[in-house]
């Protein structure tokens, strides 16, 4: 019997470039992935696709679910933020951060969303008192993992010991391929050399990237000298960027490292950057596929596009539709190794 | 992120009192108004002084030292806000150049206490529309 596997789908984040010119709407974007295939999960930014989130008007909830049932779409994740800082003179207290992401979690049950993404400003005690509303509800919270972090950073080491002692499927991780890089993506060397950044910098970023990969720092710490040395190298208003792009999007995690909290995985996010000759350049999808399929993992990998920070010529749905056909190969490859292992095993 | 719709294309609009344009969030998704943390404007290289600036939306129009408390007021995403720039003697009809930087309290990205805020200018020359 073919073994069952990972589930493909896009967040409409992918399309970030698209909605924000207004070149789409957001149920412009909904019908657009599906009909080019880009299914069945559909993730959503709650902030990004609703206005007036989390509170959805009933005529926009229901127009919305219409076309998710029209086109097919599976609903796989809504996305919360975790806005602790939306107050300009204080950050929000407890008891108000759970407040705040309660009425999100509220959202993602009555629109039937069965994971809402949750991010690392959500203390674990935050994580524990918004467990018992995510089980009423039937929806699984999910820490993000993004680059730099990693499943041993400091706060993730304490979600992991709170999950041990929950011991419910309604806490858990998404895992962001975007931790697990070999390199930072060859266009971003490509566009800021095109806008004029020297060799002799890109070269340094390049050495000192494969240097944050042999400690643990803290992000903000390398921003800020990723920063000091791009402006020292004559960056100027391109400093910024590409320390962030360097240090925050592109992490050095190991894929296999993932195994450590595979049974808390509730969904993935599949980010890539480009896909040349039917290749991502830097992020090892096989590898990271083949962690998931080892472990059993039947859920969503949500595609998330973010080559679009600095590459501004490509088309993004010809980009999600090009990796999710690398994708599938790998999938139908790790599908046939299995067989095989069941056989011959 | 998404500098280049901070100004909307071909909305500077010249008055004889000063000029408006459209400002777009530097962000992809909905902020609080209460994450602005400053606009500066210069027209044709000169400063118009924030304390004048005048922002407008959701039917409603702020001075710039309204918004820190507004945290539960949005500003969604897709939504141009009209910013109002006196300027003694207008602006006069043709071609001028706009430079605008924004600054933006990214709410859930906190190191050590400290919320991230974000910089992003754009600069556009534009030809003003008919105004008034």
């Known amino acids: 019997m073919a073994p069952t596997l990972p589930r493909l789908g896009v967040t409409l984040y992918s399309f970030t470039p698209d909605f924000h010119a207004g070149r789409y709407t957001f149920e412009d974007l909904v019908v657009r992935a599906a009909e080019l295939g880009l299914g069945p999960g559909l993730e959503v930014i709650g902030f990004q696709s609703f206005r007036g989130f989390p509170h959805v008007p ?88 993004h680059a730099p972090e990693t499943v041993r950073s400091p706060w993730v080491l304490a979600l992991r010991e709170l999950y041990e002692r929950l ?30 950044v020297s060799d002799d910098l890109l070269a340094e970023i390049a050495r000192r990237w494969d240097e944050l990969g042999t400690r643990t720092f803290e992000a903000h710490e390398e921003i800020g000298s990723f920063i000091g040395l791009a402006h020292s190298m004559g960056a100027g208003d391109h400093a910024v960027n590409l320390a962030v792009f360097a240090v925050g999007i592109h992490g050095h995690q190991a894929p296999e490292a993932w195994a450590e909290i595979m049974p808390s995985v509730v969904h993935v996010h599949g980010k890539f950057f480009d896909i040349r000759d039917g290749r991502e350049p830097v992020v090892p999808i096989e590898e990271l596929f083949r962690v998931l399929v080892e472990h059993g993992y039947t859920g969503y990998v949500s595609s998330e596009y973010e080559g679009w920070h600095w590459n501004t010529e490509s088309d993004a749905f010809d980009m999600v539709a090009a990796q999710q056909e690398l994708c599938r190969r790998v999938l139908a490859g790790l599908a046939e190794e299995r067989v095989a292992g069941e056989v011959s095993g | 992120m998404l500098t280049e719709q901070v100004i909307g294309d071909g909305s500077l609009t010249g008055r004889d009192d000063g000029f408006s344009f459209d400002l777009r969030m530097p962000w992809y998704r909905a902020l609080p108004l209460s994450s602005v943390e400053g606009v500066d404007v210069r027209i044709d290289g000169q400063a118009v002084p924030s304390e004048e600036l005048r922002l407008s939306l959701n039917g409603e129009t702020y001075a710039l030292s309204d918004l820190p408390p507004l945290y539960d007021d949005w500003w969604y995403v897709a939504d141009p806000a009209t910013v109002w720039a006196p300027k003694s003697g207008g602006l006069a009809p043709g071609q001028h150049e706009l430079d605008v930087t924004i ?16 910089r992003e200018r754009c600069v556009k020359t534009q030809t003003t529309n008919g105004g008034s």
């Open chain 2, 103 to 118: 600054a933006l309290r990214i709410p859930y990205i906190v190191e050590s206490g400290h919320p991230l805020v974000m």
């Open chain 1, 167 to 196: 011991d419910s499927p309604y806490a858990g991780f998404i895992p962001d391929f975007g931790a697990s890089t070999q390199a930072i993506s060859p266009s971003v060397y490509e566009v800021y050399r095109a806008k004029g």
């Open chain 1, 58 to 145: 009933a005529e926009i909830e229901r127009r919305f679910l219409e076309l998710v049932d029209t086109h097919g779409w599976e609903l796989s994740c809504l996305d919360a933020n975790v806005d602790v800082a939306v107050r300009a003179d204080r950050l929000l207290t407890e008891d108000e951060i759970v407040h705040y992401v309660g009425a999100q979690l509220e959202t993602a049950g009555r629109l039937g969303f069965p994971v809402l993404r949750i991010q690392n400003m959500a203390t674990p005690r935050v994580v524990e008192r918004l467990v018992p509303r995510a089980e009423q509800l039937g929806v699984k919270l999910g820490m993000e993992i």
